[in-house]
């Protein structure tokens, strides 16, 4: 009589790691800086840490580059080991990390550079394939840099004028972002103690969306505005001197949708 026997053997698979990345401030004036940061992480379901994380993310052929003073890092959860940064340099198009980092289950690394753009305009930037040795290549990382805002300039068409006397304001705004602003607004609180206030002269307005600025009020708001790429767009109101004195009048400055991203 013979018996059978059985053998087993245990195979592991591993998930290729995870990477992303975000800019922020995502909306920056041209030649501002914004923190590129790009996050590359081994899912916390692999039983064993991740080798040799690497990637590598060119701006070209967008017009985005390091800053003069970019400040390239890297920081990695506990246990984990960081890679070499590549790039990052002043100036340069690129970053990266290779050779890779050590990666434990669940952890990260976090790496920064502060850049920059000359041009106005929508910048999409798409990182190369995260890769490693053991787990395999993962995917791809991209987000978006909106550069240039909507300027502000103010004129009083009269500088000075009586108490009781009158001059009108006028605020002429300019989308330099390279693409349509929507939800355009800004608002202006005049000197206090009331220096200046609206008269019955209603506005004008040609940046669409609402302004409010009643009749005895001192303070005038723009919301809800449009502007096409690269046009202007004028906002007038009539204000009334109310005390005597030299006055400093200053608008904050002009917000749009995705500004507060």
Same mark, same amino acid.
């Given at each position: 009589?013979?018996?059978?026997?059985?053998?087993?053997?245990?195979?592991?698979?591993?998930?290729?790691?995870?990477?992303?990345?975000?800019?922020?401030?995502?909306?920056?004036?041209?030649?501002?800086?914004?923190?590129?940061?790009?996050?590359?992480?081994?899912?916390?379901?692999?039983?064993?840490?991740?080798?040799?994380?690497?990637?590598?993310?060119?701006?070209?052929?967008?017009?985005?580059?390091?800053?003069?003073?970019?400040?390239?890092?890297?920081?990695?959860?506990?246990?984990?080991?960081?890679?070499?940064?590549?790039?990052?340099?002043?100036?340069?198009?690129?970053?990266?990390?290779?050779?890779?980092?050590?990666?434990?289950?669940?952890?990260? &690394? =976090? $790496? /920064?550079?502060? %850049?920059?753009?000359? +041009?106005? *305009?929508?910048?999409? !930037? @798409?990182?190369?394939? #995260?890769?490693?040795?053991?787990?395999?290549?993962?995917?791809?990382?991209?987000?978006?840099?909106?550069?240039?805002?909507?300027?502000?300039?103010?004129?009083?068409?009269?500088?000075?004028?009586?108490?009781?006397?009158?001059?009108?304001?006028?605020?002429?705004?300019?989308?330099?972002?390279?693409?349509?602003?929507?939800?355009?607004?800004?608002?202006?609180?005049?000197?206090?103690?009331?220096?200046?206030?609206?008269?019955?002269?209603?506005?004008?307005?040609?940046?669409?969306?609402?302004?409010?600025?009643?009749?005895?009020?001192?303070?005038?708001?723009?919301?809800?505005?449009?502007?096409?790429?690269?046009?202007? &767009? =004028? $906002? /007038?109101?009539? %204000?009334?001197?109310? +005390?005597? *004195?030299?006055?400093? !009048? @200053?608008?904050?400055? #002009?917000?749009?949708?995705?500004?507060?991203?």
């Amino acid at each position: 009589t013979f018996s059978t026997s059985s053998a087993s053997a245990t195979g592991t698979v591993l998930s290729a790691p995870t990477i992303s990345k975000s800019f922020v401030p995502a909306v920056v004036n041209t030649g501002a800086p914004s923190t590129l940061t790009i996050v590359v992480s081994n899912p916390a379901a692999n039983p064993i840490a991740l080798s040799n994380v690497s990637f590598n993310d060119s701006y070209l052929p967008t017009p985005i580059v390091n800053s003069v003073t970019p400040g390239p890092n890297i920081v990695c959860t506990a246990g984990s080991t960081p890679g070499t940064l590549v790039g990052g340099v002043a100036g340069g198009t690129s970053v990266g990390m290779g050779p890779g980092a050590n990666i434990l289950p669940g952890g990260n &690394c =976090t $790496i /920064t550079v502060q %850049v920059t753009s000359p +041009t106005a *305009g929508v910048h999409v !930037n @798409t990182t190369g394939n #995260v890769t490693s040795t053991n787990g395999g290549t993962g995917g791809t990382a991209s987000d978006t840099l909106f550069v240039g805002k909507v300027s502000i300039a103010k004129a009083f068409s009269a500088t000075t004028f009586e108490v009781g006397g009158t001059s009108t304001l006028t605020f002429t705004l300019t989308n330099n972002t390279g693409v349509a602003a929507t939800a355009v607004a800004f608002s202006d609180t005049y000197p206090a103690p009331s220096s200046i206030q609206n008269n019955a002269v209603a506005a004008t307005n040609t940046c669409g969306g609402a302004v409010t600025a009643a009749n005895g009020t001192t303070s005038l708001v723009l919301a809800g505005g449009s502007l096409a790429a690269g046009a202007s &767009c =004028t $906002i /007038t109101k009539q %204000v009334t001197g109310v +005390t005597g *004195g030299s006055f400093t !009048n @200053t608008t904050t400055g #002009v917000t749009r949708a995705g500004d507060a991203v």
